[in-house]
């Protein structure tokens, strides 16, 4: 059973940081960071591959040069490292086991996504709410 547990969350001010963490089971593989503000789609923001092969969001709400997705694989856990926050930024972000084998890992960086369409390709933690503030 894939369980996964995310953490880190909270508010900053504009230009801030925060590290978010994901405790990982039961799952081994493409793993990513989505986010969803309030009446917007899902959207991916990074991913990372088993080898350490990393992508981010660059278009329409870019995270890249900003954001830093990582693994610990002694522990089981996946961070995102968020620096040089904005208010555009203010969503609930969500870790994400991406088992679905029709598209390369780094595919799931970018794009936007619906219920139900979202169980089809990955499996979800709850999310942590992230508020920017101006």
């Known amino acids: 059973q894939v369980r996964l547990v995310e953490s880190g969350g909270g508010s900053v001010q504009s230009g801030g940081s925060l590290t978010l963490s994901c405790a990982v089971s039961?799952?081994?593989?493409?793993m990513g960071w989505f986010r969803q503000a309030t009446g917007k789609e899902r959207e991916g923001v990074a991913t990372?591959?088993?080898?350490?092969?990393?992508?981010?969001?660059d278009f329409r709400g870019s995270v890249k040069g900003r954001f830093t997705i990582s693994q610990d694989n002694a522990k089981s856990l996946i961070y995102l490292q968020m620096n040089n926050l904005k208010p555009e930024d203010t969503a609930v972000y969500y870790c994400?086991?991406?088992?679905?084998?029709?598209?390369?890992?780094?595919?799931?960086?970018?794009?936007?996504?619906?219920?139900?369409?979202?169980?089809?390709?990955?499996?979800w933690g709850q999310g942590t709410q992230v508020t920017v503030s101006s």
């Open positions: 990372i591959d088993s080898d350490g092969s990393t992508a981010y969001r």
């Open positions: 994400a086991a991406l088992f679905s084998r029709s598209r390369e890992c780094a595919y799931w960086s970018g794009g936007f996504y619906n219920s139900p369409d979202l169980e089809r390709f990955a499996y």
């Open positions: 039961g799952y081994s593989g493409c």
